[in-house]
């Protein structure tokens, strides 16, 4: 029952606070220079939703996305991406099947991560 009464309380500070008429000035903004500059509309909205939704619920970048940011600021778009993300301590204890399941588990997490990477990078050349 607590965390309801707490999720409401923070619900009424961001109506209070101009929270959601903020997101919306926003939103209209990046949708407006997205159509200038020839990008979806839409797919730059969808960014900033998702980035409200990851703010409203407190979540912070996981560690394999940060290292995936890092990577790819570094170096780019590298052909070798999984095995720079390995864990090579890990791997080298697991057998051939459970390599094989970690690699397909590591490359579907490596592509979320990589389109949330490009999702951010789009927003931020709209600012």
């Keep these: 029952m607590e ?12 109506l209070k606070s101009g929270y959601w008429e903020k997101c919306k000035r926003e939103a209209e903004s990046a949708g407006a220079r997205a159509r200038s500059l020839g990008l979806n509309e839409n797919k730059v909205k969808a960014g900033l939703y998702d980035k409200v939704r990851s703010d409203i619920r407190g979540e912070k970048p996981d560690d394999f996305y ?56 789009q927003m931020t050349a709209l600012k």
Aim: glycine fraction near 2%.
């Design 3 to 14: 965390d309801f009464k707490c999720a409401a309380k923070r619900a009424k500070r961001r």
């Design 66 to 121: 940060l290292r995936v940011k890092k990577l790819l600021d570094e170096y780019g778009e590298v052909s070798d991406a999984i095995g720079r993300l390995t864990d090579h301590e890990y791997y080298a204890t697991l057998s051939y099947a459970e390599k094989q399941r970690y690699n397909l588990q590591l490359s579907e997490k490596y592509l979320k991560a990589l389109e949330k990477y490009r999702r951010e990078k």
